[in-house]
């Protein structure tokens, strides 16, 4: 028995489980799991950002002027949505896409607009 791969030995405890699974039709219930696991993920995105911005940004923030604080947060606010939506509704093809190119240029501008008041310009 110890000269099992560990790879093998794995691949044979998520075969029996899938086998498990699909004989006792929980496929419902799986699908279901999924569901929350994804919902819990986000949330946990969401709580660490909060908590990085309750401890670390929010001083500095207020110090900005309004126009760079509304598109800071205007970026990180579409970043968010971006990001939930690709994890959630999982586009594919030129949906992706776009979701992809929308989350790239929100941290652009996010970033450069922090950078730029930290005076790194």
């Known amino acids: 028995m110890r000269r099992i791969s560990p790879l ?9 489980i899938a086998l498990a699974i699909v004989l006792l039709n929980q496929e419902t219930a799986l699908a279901t799991a999924s569901d929350l696991l994804r919902v819990a993920f986000v949330i946990a995105i969401a709580v660490a950002i909060y908590f ?15 126009r760079q604080q509304g598109v800071f947060y205007g970026a990180c606010c579409l970043l968010i949505v971006d990001v939930v939506w690709l994890f959630w509704w999982g586009p594919n093809g030129p949906d992706a896409l776009v979701g992809v190119v929308v989350a790239a240029i929100s941290a652009y ?5 922090w950078r730029g008041q930290r005076g790194f310009y």
Do not use: K, M, P, Y
């Open 52 to 66: 990085l911005w309750r401890d670390f940004g929010r001083r500095e923030i207020q110090l900005w002027s309004g």
């Open 8 to 16: 093998v030995r794995n691949l044979a405890i998520l075969a029996l």
């Open 109 to 113: 501008v996010g970033v450069r607009t």
